[in-house]
């Protein structure tokens, strides 16, 4: 099974969550990826850092990244679909924000299934 790690997720990793690591520990046999979109909101983090933290927060991100099976770039394919998604929860009144349209639109196009944390 393939799983998109959403930035949530790589953000409960960092924070060594015992939930989240309990259950990439019971997938051992599933892919784990992420979307670029995830990797550029995860960056976003680590560059507001206070400068003390910095270079500590850079290298557990990139150790990290380097651990999952890989990463989804975005794509014309993604955009099409991202474009279908935004424009049924549009419809429906629900929207929500593009970033996670987009994620969204790398789990299906790839055939994975989004895990995250929704508050």
């Known amino acids: 099974m393939n799983f998109l790690i959403d930035t949530s997720i ?10 989240v690591l309990d259950f990439l520990a019971n997938h051992l046999e599933d892919r784990f990826l992420t979307s670029s979109i995830c990797e550029a909101e995860i960056w976003e983090g680590v560059y507001r850092e206070k400068p003390i933290n910095f270079v500590k927060r850079k290298k557990n991100v990139e150790v990290l990244l380097e651990s999952l099976t890989g990463t989804i770039t975005f794509d014309s394919n993604q955009a099409q679909i991202a474009g279908q998604i935004r424009s049924s929860l549009s419809l429906k009144g629900e929207l929500t924000g593009d970033l996670d349209i987009l ?3 790398s789990a299906v196009t790839n055939d994975a299934t989004l895990y995250l ?3």
């Open 103 to 105: 994620i969204a639109a």
């Open 117 to 119: 944390i929704y508050p």
């Open 10 to 19: 790589l953000i409960e990793m960092l924070r060594k969550n015992k939930d």
